[in-house]
Structure formats: C-alpha cells, structure tokens
C-alpha cells in the first residue's frame, strides 16, 4: 500500500521542511492538508501519517534523512496505520473499548523496558515536534488488538504436557552448543507478487541502521515478529532453534562479532519463508546449560554374579522400578548394592553412560550394563536442564501459548487486510 505521487511528495516536502527546523509542527499545514486513505470508509489524514512519520523518526534515532528514507518511512506510516484502523474496527465490532489508564500503564510499561520515565519520553517526542497523543493511538491499538486476539482464540489455544516435554527434550540436545543473545526483524511478504515491496523495506530499514537508528527501536516499528514488541529481542538461543536459513549464518555471524571485539555483528537479509529476516548478534558464548540428573545406581559386584542373579536382576529392571522402589528392589537381588548418586550433571559421566541415559525419561532406567565392577543399572529420578536463563516448565508454556496465538494474530489480519476496503488518496 502506498500513496500516489501527489500526496506522497506533499507530506514528504512537508516532512523535510520539520526535519530542518527540528520537526516543529506546522498549524497552517496541518489546516491545510487532507486524507490520506479510507480504511472501511474512516479516513487516515495527511497529519496522522506526517505525525507517524515524526514519530518513527524520533523513535529510531535517525541523524540523516533525504527525500527518499522519508518516501520509505512514509510508505511503513501509512501501512501501520492502516492495520492500526483496521485492529480498531475489528475491536469495536467487540463492543472493546481501551481506557485512558490502560494507555497510560502500557506507557509506563514502555518507558520501565527502555530504562526511563514518561515524562521523559513526553519530553523528547515534544523535541521532535511529536505530540503524544501519536504514541498514545498506537499503544491504543496494540492493547485492543491484543484484548480481541486473546478473546477469541485464547480459549482455543492448549499447550499439552508433551508439547512442554518436546521443548524440554530439545533444550536437553542443544546444552553444549553455543548460545547465541540475538534480536531480530522479520518483514512479511503481504501476498504473492509484493516481494519487491517489502524487498524494499528491508533496504529502507538497512539504511537508516546504517545512518544510526538502533535496532530495538527499528524492529518495534518495523518487524512483522512477535518480538517486536520486545524490540526484535529474543534473548539466549542456540542454532538449533532457529530456522534453517538463519542457522546457517551463525558460524560467519560468530565471526564477525568476534573480529569486532564483542560490539555485535548485523547480518544481510535472509530469505526466509514467508518473508525476509535481518538479525543483529549482540553477545555469543559457549553452551553453559547442562543437562543434570538425579540417579539411583544399583550394582551386583562381579563375585556375586551368577545366571540366576543376571535373569533376576533383568526381571525387575523390566518391571520399571521407581526410584522409591529402588532400594527394595535390590534386597531382592542377592548381594547386590543400592546407591543414591544424587544429582550429577550428563558431562561428568563416561560417554557410554551418557549415551545410555540420553533418551530416558524419570522413572525408566538404563537396563543391565557391563561394568569393571560388574552389573550394573540407573534408574531416572529427575531430569532437568540447568544453567543461566534456562526457561521453566511455565515459562515454556507461556512461551510456547505466545507463539500459537501470535500466528492466528498475523492470520487474523491478514484476513482483514483481504477482506477491508482500503482506498489510497492522490
């Protein structure tokens, strides 16, 4: 979606004389000047796109601006504020009304994740010559859209104990890679054919990066990512969870971090499915999680074993012995010895063991192993992952809840995008 030549070159004039006086408002121009689009027939003025356009100024940090970042920066208001009209419509079809204090929690939210107050914030948007009221429409949005999303779909969103489980296990195969403290941006392809659009947008996006915009305040007005809201920020992550296009990367991203001597390193677009993605690598460490279990070892020494003993043994090693279970188990087994190892981390056993234990849940157990000693057999009491910022088993849940729902988000307004009626004005 853009505007038409005429327009287009009236705001960005209009744009380039308040960049040079340092984005003071014009009255008169704002007297003057019309509609921009009609989304369902509710108008998008030539002042709300010229006051969004200030405000993804001010947002960014962007030191240069020509005529033709501001022809991209108009084109990314507008389509904003389409969707924001478009959110709106659909929450008031809701009867879903957004009060002025949950504008303003949202606005402190902001102002705590970004380490100042609002008062602050209000003073430096009325230096880029943007009244709040702009930011204010925006949370106003993003809280409705969120309050819509949540209601019709959180019911339908269930995260069962194996999905929690799968995500578990696949933490557990990628403790020791390296992690990876990564942010992002994703630019959506809209539909078939928009390809050289958006292509565009990343562009857009990669130039003002390079003219000093920061990348957390670029992915909040830019990305298509749920971690937009977070600044594009989706913290620790190994290889292995990303996508496949963009794991690939990671050694040369490595790389280039560590020739820049830990400043970060920015990567070139990546196609992706569904769209293009632009990540900026900002810490990288060796694999610290571990994978810890807690033990029960129950060994027959080498002078007690005998057929009866072995055939014994293996019978109540087939009947999966608890933990608790374990220490009966071996008064039944002649001259065997019960052992509570406690909690031991996968690292500090023989390869063998580890290999054994690696597709084990709590409560299976390894079977009878050949040892030095004799036989022996480990039964799982735990399993868990430890190490710095290892999410838990809610943690994973609500993060694995947040990313079902922002797909039927991005599905949903889709759906409006199709079915609206957007009318661009010259």
Not at 17 to 23: F, G
Not at 80 to 96: K, R, V
Not at 180 to 202: A, H, N
Not at 393 to 421: F, I, P, V, Y
Request: charged fraction near 20%; include cysteine; glycine fraction near 8%.
């Amino acid at each position: 979606m853009r505007l038409l030549m005429t327009c287009a070159k009236r705001i960005v004039l209009s744009l380039l004389a308040s960049v040079a006086t340092l984005c003071a408002a014009s009255a008169h121009a704002q007297t003057t000047e019309g509609v921009a689009a009609l989304v369902n027939d509710e108008p998008i003025t030539t002042v709300d796109v010229r006051n969004r356009m200030r405000l993804i100024i001010a947002s960014t940090g962007m030191s240069q601006i020509d005529e033709g970042t501001l022809v991209r920066i108009q084109d990314q208001a507008l389509r904003g504020l389409i969707d924001e009209h478009l959110q709106l419509q659909a929450a008031s079809e809701f009867d879903i009304e957004v009060s002025d204090q949950e504008i303003s929690n949202s606005l402190l939210d902001l102002a705590d994740r970004n380490g100042t107050t609002i008062d602050v914030i209000i003073q430096d948007l009325q230096n880029s010559g943007v009244d709040v009221s702009t930011l204010r429409h925006q949370l106003e949005a993003e809280i409705a859209w969120q309050i819509i999303v949540n209601g019709r779909y959180g019911s339908r969103v269930r995260i069962s104990e194996q999905q929690i489980e799968q995500a578990l296990e696949r933490l557990a195969a990628s403790a020791s890679q390296p992690q990876f403290r990564i942010f992002e941006m994703l630019f959506e392809v809209p539909s078939p054919g928009q390809e050289q659009q958006t292509i565009q947008r990343v562009i857009a996006v990669m130039n003002q990066l390079q003219q000093g915009a920061t990348f957390p305040e670029l992915a909040r007005q830019f990305s298509d990512a749920p971690s937009a809201a977070s600044g594009g920020d989706i913290g620790w992550i190994t290889a292995s969870q990303l996508q496949p296009e963009v794991a690939a990367i990671m050694p040369q991203m490595r790389g280039q971090y560590e020739q820049h001597g830990g400043r970060g390193a920015l990567s070139n677009p990546i196609e992706v499915p569904g769209g293009f993605m632009v990540i900026a690598l900002v810490g990288a460490r060796d694999g610290t999680t571990t994978l810890q279990y807690d033990l029960v070892q129950v060994t027959v020494p080498t002078s007690a074993v005998t057929d009866a003993t072995r055939g014994n043994f293996e019978r109540e090693l087939a009947a999966n012995p608890t933990c608790s279970q374990a220490e009966a188990m071996a008064g039944r087994i002649t001259g065997s010895i019960y052992t509570p190892l406690g909690s031991i981390s996968a690292d500090a056993v023989l390869p063998a063991i580890r290999d054994a234990l690696a597709p084990l849940d709590e409560g299976q157990n390894t079977g009878i192993m050949q040892s030095a000693v004799g036989l022996q057999a480990l039964i799982v009491c735990d399993r868990a992952i430890a190490g710095p910022g290892v999410p838990t088993r809610d943690d994973l849940e609500s993060q694995l809840r947040g990313q079902q729902l922002s797909l039927h988000s991005r599905r949903w307004l889709r759906d409006l995008r199709r079915d609206s009626t957007v009318e661009i004005r010259d």
